[in-house]
T-cell receptor, first 117, second 113 residues
Framework: AQTVTQSQPEMSVQEAETVTLSCTYDTSENNYYLFWYKQPPSRQMILVIRQEAYKQQNATENRFSVNFQKAAKSFSLKISDSQLGDTAMYFC??????????????FGKGITLSVRP | DSGVTQTPKHLITATGQRVTLRCSPRSGDLSVYWYQQSLDQGLQFLIQYYNGEERAKGNILERFSAQQFPDLHSELNLSSLELGDSALYFCASCLGWGHNEQFFGPGTRLTVL
């Protein structure tokens, strides 16, 4: 079974600064996907960024980028130029490749990020 | 707006009761997933349907059941409710095989008193 660990329960960052959220996972799979989801106070789950394990290049989406270290089973999220709207809970998630019954998401416990004005 | 709808938004009921949560996936999506978010257990996968058939089961209690109908909407039935069933229940949908992005609905907040 896969496990996803987010060991930091809370973080705080000053507006316009950079913050990195950590995530580690455990799996015996070689092909899989990793995701970061954002859950603002509205409770809506929003996909922030995704990474395919077979890709060596780290994914980037505007101010959001990841540092994917496959051997270390580490998947951190970097948020640059933090904005007040980034205040939310962030979940790291794992999905096996292959679709069908493999396509469920396994989530970490989440980290609460607060952006200070 | 993800395109996934869930009703009702909030539900308050008593222990021992039965409720039904409804989900309409994005147009064209064949897969529907149900997740439970609680303070104790975090976000957990419950069950998946693909084009009307059950595909995978997670930590779903025997008191819970689900189905996906021919029009692809799905219902999650929770019976003999206990205080510990209070949670936010999410539905997510996905195109299907070979696609990995799941789009989440706004959730149904269930409170069992």
């Amino acid at each position: 079974a896969q496990t996803v660990t987010q060991s930091q329960p809370e973080m705080s960052v000053q507006e316009a600064e950079t913050v990195t959220l950590s995530c580690t996972y455990d799996t015996s799979e070689n092909n899989y996907y990793l995701f970061w989801y954002k859950q603002p106070p509205s409770r809506q789950m929003i996909l922030v960024i995704r990474q395919e394990a077979y890709k060596q290049q780290n994914a980037t989406e505007n101010r959001f980028s990841v540092n994917f270290q496959k051997a270390a089973k580490s998947f951190s999220l970097k948020i640059s130029d933090s904005q007040l709207g980034d205040t939310a809970m962030y979940f790291c998630a794992f999905m096996k490749q292959g679709g069908g019954a493999n396509s469920k998401l396994t989530f970490g416990k989440g980290i609460t990020l607060s952006v200070r004005p | 707006d993800s395109g996934v709808t869930q009703t009702p938004k909030h539900l308050i009921t008593a222990t021992g009761q039965r409720v039904t949560l409804r989900c309409s996936p994005r147009s064209g999506d064949l897969s529907v997933y149900w997740y439970q978010q609680s303070l104790d257990q975090g976000l957990q996968f419950l069950i998946q349907y693909y084009n009307g058939e059950e595909r995978a089961k997670g930590n779903i209690l025997e008191r819970f059941s689900a189905q996906q109908f021919p029009d692809l909407h799905s219902e999650l039935n929770l019976s003999s409710l206990e205080l510990g069933d209070s949670a936010l229940y999410f539905c997510a949908s996905c195109l299907g095989w070979g696609h990995n992005e799941q789009f989440f609905g706004p959730g149904t907040r269930l409170t069992v008193l």
